[in-house]
């Protein structure tokens, strides 16, 4: 059974940081991707950032470049987002997903229907 597990979040000021954790089991790590997504009250989801497991390539939209940092520990089988300089607007339940590495590149990975499976979700608040 393919199982994401995020944890990290919490109730941040603004300036702050955090660092999420997906844990990853029930597939072959490092044939995948794993992306993370944010979504905020009546707003779409949207894609943050993207690791491959497999070659370690990374992705990250334009509002997060140069604040936020995925890395990925294949022998743990956990992706991680280091969220720095938290802003109000980055106030969202954060989901990290699952996709083949294979066929990804940079025009796809922020589409959430790319991936395959879905975690629960990690709340992240940034007060101002």
């Known amino acids: 059974e393919v199982q994401l597990v995020e944890s990290g979040g ?3 000021q603004a300036g ?3 660092r999420l954790s997906c844990a990853a089991s029930g597939f072959t790590f490092d044939d995948y991707a794993i992306g993370w ?4 009250p009546g707003k779409e989801r949207e894609g ?3 690791i491959s497991s497999s070659d370690g390539s990374t992705y990250y939209a334009d509002s997060v470049k140069g604040r936020f940092t995925i890395s990925s520990d294949n022998a743990k089988n956990t992706v991680y987002l280091q969220l720095h300089s938290l802003k109000p607007e980055d ?3 954060y989901y990290c997903a699952a996709r083949m590495s294979v066929g990804l590149y940079g025009g796809i990975w922020y589409f959430a229907s790319e991936y395959d499976y ?3 979700g990690t709340q992240v608040t940034v007060s101002s």
Do not use: H, I, K, N
């Not at 997504?37 to 905020?40: L, T, V």
């Open 10 to 12: 919490g109730l941040v």
């Open 16 to 18: 702050g940081s955090l």
């Open 37 to 40: 997504f944010r979504q905020a």
């Open 48 to 50: 943050v950032s993207c």
């Open 91 to 93: 106030t969202a339940v």
């Open 118 to 120: 879905w975690g629960q």
